[in-house]
């Protein structure tokens, strides 16, 4: 049986190789890597992070990667700073558009 690689083959800026186990039918393995939250989370922010140019998916993933693994291993830093910032964020949104009409 052959294990899965652990990276990520660089294709395109917006591609990735969907990478299993030789076995397994490819169109398993490409549902499997599309529903992975790194590559969900992954393809979103490289849809509306549109302001930083082109981001690399593959980038993408592994960064998210890497920070997901922080939290599993109790460091929340991370999440928490991100947390209050988009807290901050939408509640200058609702003001906004409360304060709008």
Do not use: W
């Not at 599309?34 to 082109?54: D, M, N, W």
């Not at 690399?56 to 939290?71: A, F, H, M, S, Y």
């Not at 700073?81 to 939408?90: G, R």
């Amino acid at each position: 049986m052959t294990s899965k690689q652990k990276s990520l083959k660089k294709l395109k800026s917006n591609q990735i190789a969907a990478v299993g186990p030789s076995e397994e039918d490819f169109e398993i393995t490409k549902a499997r890597t599309a529903l992975r939250p790194t590559v969900q989370a992954a393809s979103t922010v490289k849809e509306y992070g549109k302001i930083f140019g082109e981001l690399d998916l593959t980038g993408l993933i592994v960064c998210l990667g890497e920070q997901t693994k922080d939290c599993i291993d109790g460091d929340t830093s991370r999440a928490e700073a991100m947390l209050a910032a988009q807290a901050h964020t939408l509640d200058a949104i609702f003001n906004n558009i409360s304060n709008s009409g």
